[in-house]
């Protein structure tokens, strides 16, 4: 008698257990994923003064990558439930620290600012449209040439993050 209420107790327990889960999401993000299930991510075309080619499609694979590992979304190419499109505005560089012993600049700083229009067809009244931007310095001995790429790469990581967060991470 007291094997049968034990292995009842034991029982009840496991689907206690089972029924009850909590969802910890490392990544930030709060998407009610029965009610999301979709993002559109448009090419971001460059129109700063200053053009890097390869730079447009630099940032909006590096954006989409982002989505695609952080959440559950499937990407589509319209009409997603999200929506994500905008341009990119500025590539400037700035010279930064000068020297007095030749007035040349030591330093010199890269700024990309990326303008982004936020559609969500589930609650529109989340969207927005706000301007991000991020830079890098680099020392001026070196040519823009050699760490541009690396340079954009960082700059790209950080206001993916940056647009992330203001959609979907709700920081």
């Keep these: 008698m007291l094997g049968r209420k034990a292995l009842s107790f034991i029982g009840v327990?496991?689907?206690l257990i089972s029924a009850c889960s909590?969802?910890?999401t490392f990544n930030g993000a709060t998407i009610d994923y029965t009610k999301i299930k979709t993002i559109s991510i448009h090419d971001?075309?460059?129109q700063a003064s200053m053009v890097y080619p390869p730079l447009a499609q630099m940032f909006t694979e590096g954006v989409k990558d982002l989505y695609v590992r952080q959440?559950?979304?499937q990407l589509e190419r319209e009409n997603g439930d999200l929506d994500l499109e905008g341009e990119i505005t500025g590539y400037e560089l700035t010279p930064l620290a000068v020297r007095e012993e030749n007035a040349l600049a030591s330093q010199t700083k890269l700024t990309i600012t990326v303008r982004v229009h936020y559609s969500n067809r589930v609650s529109p009244?989340?969207?927005f449209e706000q301007?991000?931007?991020a830079y890098r310095e680099f020392d001026s001995s070196y040519a823009l040439q050699d760490v541009q790429d690396e340079l954009c790469a960082e700059i790209i990581e950080e206001i993916a993050d940056q647009i992330y967060?203001?959609?979907?991470?709700n920081w």
């Design 13 to 15: 327990f496991l689907i």
């Design 22 to 24: 909590i969802n910890y």
């Design 71 to 73: 959440t559950r979304l």
């Design 165 to 169: 967060n203001s959609t979907v991470a």
């Design 131 to 133: 301007s991000f931007s």
């Design 125 to 127: 009244e989340e969207d």
């Design 44 to 46: 971001f075309p460059n």
